[in-house]
């Protein structure tokens, strides 16, 4: 039997990402799991960020800003930079991460991530309390030994993305593979 309940919080599991903003020389990072891609030829992927982040502040400076994917290797990092804010420490330095330069954009890319995407900001839609940030991806970097397929595929599996549930914000690692799109119209 389902309960009508009074849940607000997304009840459905959300990618962790990390954000990274500034420059490489005051280069800060920060942690989401309001994220997603709307958009595929250009590709365009969208953030919510609470309008008092020092990270907000710093993307409405540049108007660009990376997105890094964390994994199992780098957890404790990310949950670092997830919990603490960059207007009073330099995040890099404290918890050991490298500012990379990017090609296209003045934000820094996460070294300790092996994906790394560059976004330029298009477009911004105002909410009560957060921004969602609209970028349209410049550039993508990926770890070699995570693409297969003439780099046309990525191994989800060997990534170890996070997954964090919302109502308790828990981390959780990826499951199964269970088997690719289109299945069940395949004759076997
Ligand atoms: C698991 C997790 C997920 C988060 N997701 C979001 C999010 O989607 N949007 C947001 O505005 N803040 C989110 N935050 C909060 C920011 O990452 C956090 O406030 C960070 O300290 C901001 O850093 P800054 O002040 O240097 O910008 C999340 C934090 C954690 C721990």
Redesign the pocket.
């Known amino acids: 039997m389902k309960k009508e309940v009074d849940f607000r919080k997304s009840p459905f599991p959300l990618p962790?990402v990390m954000i990274g903003?500034g420059t490489v020389d005051k280069p800060?990072?920060?942690?989401?799991?309001?994220?997603s891609q709307f958009n595929e030829d250009p590709p365009i992927f969208a953030?919510?960020?609470?309008k008092k982040?020092?990270?907000?502040?710093?993307i409405k400076e540049t108007g660009d800003f990376s997105i890094n994917i964390p994994t199992k290797r780098c957890l404790k990092e990310a949950?670092l930079?997830?919990?603490?804010?960059?207007?009073t420490i330099d995040?890099f330095k404290e918890y050991g991460l490298t500012p990379l330069p990017g090609k296209f954009i003045k934000a820094p890319l996460v070294g300790e991530c092996p994906i790394n995407i560059e976004l330029k900001v298009i477009d911004e839609i105002v909410f009560p309390d957060?921004s969602m940030i609209i970028g349209e991806v410049l550039d993508t970097w990926i770890e070699e030994d995570l693409l297969k397929r003439g780099d046309k595929v990525l191994d989800i599996q060997k990534l170890s993305p996070i997954i964090?549930n919302y109502s308790d914000?828990s981390?959780h690692g990826l499951g199964e593979f269970l088997n690719f799109a289109g299945f069940s119209r395949r004759k076997k």
């Open positions: 962790l903003a800060n990072a920060s942690l989401y799991i309001w994220f953030v919510a960020i609470k982040r020092y990270t907000y502040t710093l949950d930079v997830g919990t603490s804010t960059g207007r995040k957060h964090v914000l981390y």
